[in-house]
């Protein structure tokens, strides 16, 4: 195609971060200069998002809208950007998680140059992962993707940030090179760059497909909270209390389950695709063990963590189920998921700052004083474990259902995690309403402002909608 849509899913936010990164140093104005740039730069994308969908065939499960920049003459190297339903859905809630982010930022909260500088520039990056149609620009975006936690990690972190940033690095690096080797000897294999549909036709043979095609899966287990990979994110929760950085962070692993979408189950050959249940064991041990100590762990932010980890796991798993059906039903599950981090992620910093302003030690009881935050609170935690009024129930149902009937012992094992991770959500929502444990002092004044009660009631109105027509935006 000759338009630029796709191309501008990349440019707007990362002209956006240029306009904040060039912010006049003068404090107040700053401030003030680069939250309006992110805000107008998420509602353009948002907007132009919307605009794309409006063209695409929604029954076409095919890339669409397909566009083609030439890089290299010699060799001769063409970039390729794509969408499909399911690209596009996924890069809707990401953006949307941003700007209901930044919305419901407080005021108390630091937006620093540094921040908004680079959420936008992840944005940017992220955005040309999902539409990446070749592997060169898929691995060049997969890479870029991470530098801008790494300096949100270095401003942001606590006084482990040494420690969590030279694992981060470490984890990314080694996926990094394993996917640059891989994509390497796709390329010496053929005399143009490779579309990204089109990798599982490349001949190797013996040896060498089994070290392209591991290579390719252990750098996408990088970015995912997995055993033995899974500690760098539980690092970053802890050590993180931004929620934009938060948010940042929980983001990363889509990276790596958006890569197994990608490659698995048409893509990779049968050779490789025969292995998926070693993947699943390894899968469903992490989800076990992090659901089980997000029990007896009392950081809200832990037992957020471990929900967060067990969806994803629950996702990557039905991708290495022998069928593709269930492409759709991820993303619809995915639209949901996303939000609802996004909000509790928000509420839960509300929360904390309001126990460090009054000096409050404990937690317990301190929706009791919030009744805007109590409801907010209990309404996503509520829709996040299972509330049947989201596309994120009933999407589930699908998936599980067609774990159960893959595996039943897989299922069962399935079920027992999310039930415990809904178990600890529910447990410290408990503990945070109980009266009879609710802190001396009266939060006074410290409930959700009118403006953040209203996005938070509207994202609720956008969920609800999702279940009766996950692309109801769509006219």
Not at 346 to 368: A, D, P, R, V, W
Request: hydrophobic share 50%; proline share 3%.
């Amino acid at each position: 195609m000759s338009t630029y849509q796709l191309l501008g899913l990349v440019l707007i936010p990362l002209i956006g971060s240029i306009f904040a990164l060039t912010a006049r140093d003068d404090k107040n104005y700053a401030t003030s200069n680069v939250y309006n740039v992110s805000i107008l730069t998420l509602l353009a994308n948002v907007g132009l998002i919307l605009y794309i969908f409006s063209q695409c065939n929604l029954h076409d499960n095919n890339l669409q809208l397909v566009e083609h920049f030439k890089w290299i003459d010699y060799p001769e190297i063409d970039i390729s950007l794509g969408v499909d339903v399911f690209s596009l859905l996924i890069i809707l809630s990401v953006n949307l998680s941003f700007l209901i982010g930044e919305l419901c930022l407080s005021r108390h909260t630091e937006r620093s140059k540094t921040l908004i500088t680079s959420e936008l520039l992840f944005i940017g990056l992220v955005n040309g992962y999902f539409i990446a149609a070749d592997v060169l620009s898929f691995y060049i975006f997969f890479v870029a993707s991470g530098m801008p936690l790494m300096i949100l990690i270095s401003t942001y972190g606590s006084q482990r940030k040494k420690t969590v940033l030279i694992r981060f690095s470490i984890y990314n690096l080694i996926g990094a090179l394993l996917l640059l080797v891989a994509i390497v000897m796709m390329c010496d294999s053929e005399e143009n760059n490779i579309l990204l549909n089109e990798a599982g036709k490349l001949n190797f043979k013996g040896g060498t497909e089994y070290f392209v095609w591991l290579s390719i899966f252990f750098a996408f287990i990088s970015r995912l909270p997995i055993w033995p990979f899974h500690y760098w994110i539980s690092s970053i929760n802890s050590s993180l209390k931004n929620p934009l950085v938060f948010l940042v962070g929980n983001l990363i692993p889509l990276i790596g389950l958006y890569g197994f979408i990608r490659f698995w189950p048409n893509t990779v050959p049968q050779s490789i695709a025969v292995h998926a249940p070693i993947f699943e064991i390894v899968c469903i041990i992490t989800m076990l063990f992090i659901a089980l100590v997000s029990l007896s762990h009392k950081d809200i932010r832990y037992k957020l963590f471990a929900y967060t980890t067990v969806y994803y796991l629950l996702y990557l798993t039905s991708v290495f189920l022998p069928t593709d059906v269930l492409k759709l039903n991820i993303g619809y599950s995915l639209f949901s998921y996303i939000i609802i981090v996004t909000v509790l992620s928000f509420l839960i910093s509300h929360i904390e700052y309001q126990k460090k302003k009054l000096g409050i030690y404990g937690t317990g009881g301190i929706l009791c004083y919030m009744p805007r935050t109590s409801k907010c609170l209990s309404l996503f935690i509520l829709a996040g474990v299972g509330l049947p009024v989201t596309s994120l129930f009933w999407n589930n149902f699908i998936i599980i259902s067609e774990i159960f009937n893959y595996n039943l012992v897989l299922g069962i094992m399935v079920m027992l995690s999310i039930f415990v991770v809904a178990l600890a959500l529910l447990e410290e929502l408990y503990k945070l309403k109980d009266k009879s444990s609710a802190s001396a002092a009266c939060v006074l004044g410290g409930d959700l402002p009118n403006l953040h009660f209203f996005v938070y009631l509207s994202c609720l109105v956008i969920l609800f909608l999702s279940f009766f027509k996950p692309l109801w935006f769509v006219f």
